[in-house]
């Protein structure tokens, strides 16, 4: 189970001494991993009992914390669902899949997640990496030089495009916009930049929507060097939520599990300490 600190946490002094009594760590350990404004893995606990009881402990310090199952991040469930455009009223935001409209009411907007998704990852895991203890002098031959050099162009060829997914507070289906293939002629004057333009739009839309957090944090976050797929996953029971809306008639780009498995659980953090907080 992942204990996680939420963006209300100003990393100052004051907040690291609690956290480090609280937790048994050091502050540079602490200070590492846990940055101000941001979703951070406090403590991965294998006994989920043990991992409330330090969440009660944090949130008695004053702390925003939810408990999270690291399988969220691979529910398949939790489906993402392209947009092809956006439009917005003064009640709802129109989200425009497959030449319809469906209405969501800004109040029903939990955040945003922004990122880069990559494809074409390249693995990493143990079989990437080597020991010094296994390195040897060679005089590779020619034939070898040129596999090799094959080798490395085609780990490094991957493509990556901008990206956005809108969480909701009753549903949770995602819906992702592609920066490459999203119709931004909602903003009026787009720039033409798409990065520039998601970016544009997805603070419009947190403001429409009475001020929804905006995560932009993956590659600061010590959530996301926990988006691995979980081992022995188990499968998990949706809960009871409308269907899911149909995707656009374009077939589905290839995505990036550790964006996906990232913005999930970053989603679920959000959608917990909401419910708990207006309970």
């Known amino acids: 189970m992942l204990v996680l600190l939420g963006p209300s946490f100003e990393g ?29 893995v406090v403590r991965a606990l294998g006994d989920s009992v043990k991992a409330q009881e330090l969440a009660e402990q944090l949130r008695a310090d004053g702390f925003r914390i939810a ?33 319809r ?34 390195f040897r002098a060679v005089v590779p031959s020619s034939s070898e030089v040129q596999v090799f050099r094959e080798s490395m162009t085609s780990l490094s060829d991957f493509d990556a495009y901008a990206a956005a997914d809108l969480h909701f507070v009753t549903v949770k289906w995602i819906a992702r916009i592609d920066a ?12 033409g930049n798409p990065a520039e333009d998601l970016d544009r739009l997805i603070d419009i839309i947190a403001e429409r929507s009475g001020g929804m957090r905006v995560d932009r944090s ?16 188990r499968s998990m029971t949706p809960a009871s939520s409308p269907r899911v809306p149909t995707a656009s008639s374009r077939p589905p780009a290839p995505s990036d599990s550790h964006f996906d498995a990232y913005s999930r659980i970053i989603a679920e953090a959000e959608r917990l300490t909401r419910q708990r907080s207006s309970s």
């Open 12 to 40: 100052s002094n004051e907040e690291y001494a609690k956290l480090a009594r609280a937790t048994g760590l050091v502050a540079y350990d602490l200070r590492t991993k846990l940055k101000p404004k941001t979703w951070g």
């Open 67 to 99: 408990v999270i199952d690291p399988v969220v991040g691979h529910d398949a469930e939790r489906k993402f669902v392209p947009l092809d455009g956006i439009s917005l009223d003064e009640d709802n935001m129109l989200l425009r899949l497959r030449g």
């Open 218 to 233: 993956i590659r600061a976050s010590s959530v996301a060097s926990f988006t691995g797929r979980p081992t022995g996953m």
């Open 101 to 134: 409209e469906m209405p969501i009411p800004w109040g029903a907007c939990l955040c945003a997640v922004r990122g880069e998704v990559q494809l074409g990852r390249r693995p990493t895991g143990p079989q990437s990496r080597s020991s010094s203890s296994t």
């Open 180 to 191: 490459r293939h999203f119709d931004f002629s909602v903003l009026g004057d787009p720039s």
